[in-house]
């Protein structure tokens, strides 16, 4: 047991977050996006509120201040408006991070594309569509 830490930080997962260096980038994924396939390190959360997850994250992962948009995130193809949760993402990171951020948002086969290139994956059980974020680490 460690103080302060928030207790869906498991051991595995705070060695991944801490093994990243500036400029990594993590993926945080729903239910239905194929972390498996992607060939990064997955730490899988049995938990099916994304937004629970990005709070415990963010707790202990600095957001890149060198990029302009260190949060990233897929969209359908059609449509690029955010959805309720993705919304919900965006003003917790700035309230963690303290700037105005925004998000840089993929459409869906590029989003697999620069997730392939991630360097971990947390996959959770969220069930919105849609729910799924690149994040790219800063310094501490």
């Given at each position: 047991?460690l103080k ?35 060939g990064?390190p997955?730490v899988h ?5 994304v937004?629970?997850v ?5 707790s202990?992962?600095p957001?890149?201040?060198?990029v302009?948009?260190p949060?990233?995130r897929?969209?359908p193809?059609d ?7 993705q919304?919900a993402v965006?003003?917790?990171a700035r309230?963690h991070d303290?700037r ?7 459409p ?7 997730a392939?290139?991630?360097?971990a ?16 680490k800063?310094?501490?």
């Amino acid at each position: 047991m460690l103080k302060g830490i928030d207790p869906l930080l498991s051991g595995a997962l705070l060695k991944m977050l801490d093994e990243l260096g500036h400029g990594d980038q993590l993926v945080i994924a729903d239910r239905n996006f194929p972390s498996f396939t992607q060939g990064s390190p997955v730490v899988h959360l049995a938990v099916d509120d994304v937004l629970r997850v990005f709070d415990a994250v963010l707790s202990v992962f600095p957001l890149d201040t060198f990029v302009d948009q260190p949060l990233e995130r897929i969209s359908p193809a059609d449509d690029l408006s955010p959805n309720a949760v993705q919304t919900a993402v965006l003003e917790l990171a700035r309230r963690h991070d303290g700037r105005p951020l925004e998000f840089n948002v993929l459409p869906r086969f590029d989003f697999y594309g620069r997730a392939g290139r991630a360097h971990a994956v947390i996959h959770t059980l969220e069930a919105v569509p849609y729910c799924c974020f690149i994040l790219t680490k800063g310094v501490v």
